[in-house]
């Protein structure tokens, strides 16, 4: 029988969607006001669910202080306080929309977190907007 | 692989919980104060999920301003500062609980949205009270 | 040296603004959708705060299960699942705005408290709209 | 087509993590601060989830007011202002972690919910970390 | 007898804390990741407060629709998507911190509200971190 | 003209209401559940104001960096994961009500604090109850 554990997390940063490859006309009639070339920026609210059976011994599915470490040096330390578009390698070629952070997030933590347990990443870019993300 | 983006929304709206062709005994008996005749109200909190691929070329699953016309034209503007038992036709027949509520936001966003996208509506009827729907 | 507690507390209710004295133009230019004449509705979320001396015997201001009973009998029992212009003698002869509903429990709320206590009150009407009053 | 409806609730408690087969150095390893010999505690938050069918003849897919009830009885009088490691038989013998928490709750409200229903337990520890059980 | 009425709003934007007359070690030292010259960003959240007299004749202090749209027209409009330090005049000589950025709203929203009113404005940068200001 | 700053932070412990020069009788009549002789517990949420003049040389009322690491040395070190009747000095002969708790707090940040700073201490027992104390 299967548990899931959600540990909750955070971070600033900010951002631009656009395609270098399109003319100033399409990306503001497809981005729209996230378009501007100064930059905007969020809070971004994160939470990480691990999927997988609990340990008898501990009663615990994950320790949540080695959980809260990945996230800390896997998300937090890479995007906290950076601009997505400039200091984020990933979003050099690819869109920071909330879609893609949330991929990116996923997989970072897929190489750190053991096989046997399933990860689902949800990211809130305002407190209206989100994306689940599950690698299915 | 999908993803799921989700956006939320609100209304305000009366309402009153009954069957007509019941008695007033039973009716209190099933449904205690949310058969005042008079009505009471709510504020809805609805978070509409969406379910599909993310386009490559914009990093979008789905363009989430066009996602907030679709819900406040559908729903905010069909149901918000209404009597839903008096204003809204589908309720003069079933009783607007929130699961019927849920059940017909959903009906009528899957008539607009493109058939490609799995749709889920989250419907709280207080910050204690939820429904769930996804059409399965 | 004073503190003050707090206790939150909510209803359910529906309302519609209007003046009878007025015609319907003039209703809806001030109104607007709170004029509906079939009512809408919300989830009032009330927080009131008791200002006074910590009783160095106890170490409370008040038994706050003193003051969740006080607020259920004033303000729950006469408001939760009413039609507040219908059901609310107070409301017949002015208009349920959260401003005057915000002031109709602080003054039920004062008949029934110590008068050493000073009282505030804060009701949500929405999430996003609030009032404060604390008779002064 | 099925439909879930959410109630919320909570319970105050205090708590110890350790396993007394275990010696301190290794009981603080596994278990840091949560292993206070003189407890510490929490705010537990809970959110029951129950999937089915929508009667038709009421539009509910249950009477809240039964499944608050029943929360009451079986969550609330069992664990509000306990010492879930002194005051809970279960909880004698394995640890109270959130996971054994979750199971534990689920296991109570599956004995007393139709077994057309299928359950869901979310609690949370913390406003940052929770736990999702529903017995698969 | 006074009262307040709040209204909630938000916006999203990039910024950077440094003075340009300080060296790099000298801006890290005071301003640490909030000096990334890349910017970084955040989801604001407002809360304005008007206080004064409940009109008698409406049982409104102020027509919350008319607070709105000059909270979208003074703040929204003009801060929403925006590089704060090179989009709004305003921070070109000044650091866009929340105490600031709160004064300055506070500025705006003065001039367009009656002198009867006084105004207080709460401004979240984080849900962590906030700023009130009252002009007083 | 002042502004004020907030900052929230959040620790968890175990305590007990009860009086030892009373008979079990009395503590129950007076403190109910919170009587509990094996403790219960809660996840105390706190936010501190700090009022004063903003530096015009950086923009700061206060380096929020040097609040956060007051608040994480006075509060969340001397009260987190504490069982606050047999961990905590001060409440070996108070009452570790909600109301003390935020008074000890007060004075512990006072001490820490330029006198030219004013102070508020809110501190939430429960998402429901919660105390204020500016120590005046």
């Known amino acids: 029988m299967s548990i ?5 997390s955070h971070f600033n940063a900010a951002h631009r969607l656009y395609r270098p490859d399109w003319d100033d006309q399409k990306n503001n009639d497809v981005f729209g006001k996230c378009n501007n070339p100064n930059f905007h920026g969020h809070n971004y609210a994160l939470e990480v669910g691990i999927t ?3 340990d008898p011994e ?3 599915l994950i320790d949540i202080k080695k959980l809260k470490t990945i996230m800390k040096e896997e998300v937090e330390d890479y995007l906290d306080h950076k601009n997505l578009n400039l200091d984020v390698p990933e979003f050099k070629v ?10 990116l997030i996923w997989n970072k933590l897929r190489d750190k977190l053991e096989d ?3 990860i689902s990443v949800t990211l809130y870019e305002t407190p209206r907007n989100y994306a689940v993300y599950n690698g299915e």
């Open 116 to 118: 046997d347990f399933k």
């Open 52 to 54: 997988g059976e609990v």
């Open 58 to 60: 501990t009663g615990y």
């Open 94 to 103: 690819i869109n920071p929309t909330m879609e893609n952070i949330a991929i």
């Open 4 to 8: 899931t554990v959600y540990r909750k």
